[in-house]
């Protein structure tokens, strides 16, 4: 090899650490590509509401409430019956044929191991884009994240991520879907820090705010990424009266919260009863609220157009609270008889109605409020709402901040949001996604911490080289890989050593590289841990060596894979904080 050969290989693989997906940096290259990937999911499961929308209402698609206010009263209840029917029959369809059940992303992420079955997920988001785009009052961010998260654990299980890389690509993938939804790019990925994985670690938190940001660029990209709902006109003063007014406020909305998810249990238990009769509970539900959308079409939807309508001063005091009474109906009729999607969406459009209704009571009481501090008491609303019905004040904080731009409110919001979260802990307040993260408890991450195995963590089926392979082989491996190091092993896959890309790169000095194999190069000294240690074991391990990666190697000396401490440290993190907050 010619030494301007030699110098050129060189630059090659100490480039080639910095840019491949394997590496302590990888998960942030992987974070932005699922964050973008989400966002293109996101526009096409729009795209099918509307073209189901289309079909079923007989026009050109479009926003809910102005399709619905155009149609005749017969074809309001005919869209939303016959949505209901058609996703009932597929969710009954999935149900009996599909041997491995739905696993939502939520549990995969906070209590699973990564596993998101294709075919069952897939059939329920169907069934659910059939059931929005008919028109029914619920939200579509449930099931778009949801399938967001199928197509990354997917691909995550295809290249053989180790659990805790996979089971952050998968929240990366919710937090990008969040972000195409609500167009937050910070809240997308605060929405799955806090609710979803419960651990607020800036090891954690850095690739999902990542893959939000990507999902963002790549909506401003494509389409508009206008604030969904800008309030910049919201205002509340900052004084002790609107402070007193912000801690009342938070308290009837946690408490108004608290009686929601409870109903929403409730209707679950009392409705959602035979699979069988699941077609037909879904149509009921559909003619139902199609009759109550021939008088009051603006109960369609996930309630975007409500939270616009306060905003322009379109409803008055009877239209919303009417509103509010209805849509709290419908949305609870339509989980209740076991129908797919999001309930964050009309969580907040009934927290924000809630504020509206507080303003005008002021009023009444004789105290005057402009058109901008009504405004500024339906965010309050919303945000208070939202936190005790998800049991996040961080994200309800952000989230409502973020999709308004009503950044002077942080003082009102704030204390609203914190009474929220007190009245709720006081209450004992269930949050709307706890059935999601509490359910089928898989055991790798919620043990004591002494009792998790490296062997629920290592990466299996590591590449490797054979000792009598040459140099122009393993320098190839190492152009392909990005890993500081590839391990030696036999024919019969015993474990030989280690060869580190700074040894491979010393060696091009060598004038004799033909003749150089890996067993000259490896290095035996390097430490390795068993498939059964735990992993406390693994951090000292780690602490210890200084090393980056290690092998697995059983009693037998049979290699059986890599870990990677950035690994090892995500999961060691999140255990030690479950266990700090259990505690």
């Known amino acids: 090899m010619s030494r301007f050969k030699k110098v050129l290989f060189e630059l090659v693989l100490r480039f080639r650490k910095y840019t491949g997906l394997k590496g302590r940096g990888g998960v942030y290259v992987y974070a932005a590509l699922v964050g973008s990937f989400s966002a293109l999911i996101a526009s096409i499961f729009q795209k099918c509401t509307q073209f189901i929308l289309s079909i079923l209402t007989d026009t050109d698609g479009g926003h809910f409430v102005e399709t619905f206010e155009k149609i005749e009263p017969w074809q309001r209840i005919f869209s939303l019956g016959v949505g209901g029917a058609v996703s009932g029959l597929i969710l009954l369809f999935a149900s009996k044929k599909i041997k491995k059940k739905a696993t939502p992303y939520m549990e995969a992420v906070a209590i699973g191991n990564g596993y998101i079955p294709m075919r069952s997920n897939l059939l329920r988001s169907l069934a659910a884009i059939v059931t929005i785009g008919s028109g029914a009052s619920?939200?579509?961010?449930?099931?778009?994240?949801?399938?967001?998260?199928?197509?990354?654990?997917?691909?995550?299980r295809k290249i053989r991520m180790p659990l805790p890389r996979l089971r952050l690509f998968i929240a990366c993938a919710a937090a990008g879907g969040m972000s195409a939804v609500f167009h937050t790019p910070l809240a997308g990925g605060l929405f799955v820090c806090e609710i979803v994985i419960g651990v607020m670690s800036i090891d954690i938190l850095a690739p999902l705010l990542i893959a939000s940001c990507s999902s963002y660029v790549?909506?401003?990209?494509?389409?508009?990424?206008?604030?969904?709902?800008?309030?910049?006109?919201?205002?509340?003063?900052?004084?002790?009266?609107?402070?007193?007014?912000?801690?009342i406020l938070g308290v009837i909305s946690s408490l108004l919260a608290k009686f929601w998810l409870v109903l929403l249990s409730k209707m679950r238990e009392i409705l959602n009863g035979n699979s069988y009769l699941l077609p037909l509970r879904l149509t009921l539900a559909g003619v139902a609220v199609g009759c109550?959308?021939?008088?009051?079409?603006?109960?369609?939807?996930?309630?975007?157009?409500?939270?616009r309508g306060i905003v322009s001063a379109d409803f008055s005091l009877e239209q919303v609270f009417v509103l509010l009474c209805l849509k709290i109906v419908a949305v609870a009729l339509f989980f209740g008889m076991g129908a797919i999607g999001g309930?964050?969406?009309?969580?907040?459009?009934?927290?924000?109605?809630?504020?509206f209704l507080f303003a005008h009571v002021l009023i009444m009481l004789g105290i005057p409020l402009s058109s901008e501090e009504i405004i500024g008491f339906s965010l309050l609303g919303m945000a208070s709402f939202f936190t005790t019905a998800a049991a996040a004040p961080i994200t309800s904080l952000l989230l409502v901040v973020e999709f308004t731009l009503a950044g002077k409110m942080i003082f009102p919001l704030t204390i609203g949001v914190l009474t929220s979260y007190f009245i709720s802990k006081i209450t004992k307040a269930k949050s709307m996604y706890a059935s999601a993260v509490s359910r089928n408890v898989l055991p790798e991450f919620n043990k004591p911490m002494a009792e998790v195995k490296i062997e629920n963590i290592f990466r299996r089926g590591a590449d490797s080289v054979l000792p009598s392979d040459r140099f122009s082989s393993i320098s190839k491996k190492f152009l392909r890989n990005s890993d500081e190091v590839i391990f030696v092993a036999t024919k019969t896959n015993r474990y030989a050593g280690a060869i580190f890309r700074s040894d491979v790169i010393e060696f091009l000095k060598s004038e004799y590289l033909s003749e150089v194999i890996a067993e000259d190069i490896a290095r035996t000294d390097i430490p390795s841990l068993a498939p059964d240690a735990n992993i406390l074991d693994a951090v000292k391990e780690f602490s210890s060596s200084g090393r980056e990666t290690l092998p697995i190697v059983d009693?037998?000396?049979?290699f059986c894979g890599t870990v990677y401490k950035s690994d090892i440290l995500t999961g060691f993190s999140e255990i030690l904080r479950r266990e700090k907050v259990a505690g």
């Open 218 to 247: 790549s909506i401003i990209a494509f389409s508009d990424a206008s604030p969904l709902y800008e309030m910049s006109n919201a205002h509340l003063s900052q004084s002790t009266t609107v402070a007193l007014f912000a801690l």
């Open 555 to 558: 009693k037998s000396g049979k």
């Open 343 to 355: 309930v964050l969406t009309p969580s907040l459009t009934i927290g924000s109605m809630t504020g």
């Open 138 to 156: 619920i939200g579509r961010e449930g099931p778009l994240v949801q399938t967001a998260t199928v197509f990354a654990s997917w691909f995550g």
């Open 292 to 307: 109550i959308a021939i008088f009051y079409p603006e109960i369609v939807g996930n309630g975007a157009h409500i939270i």
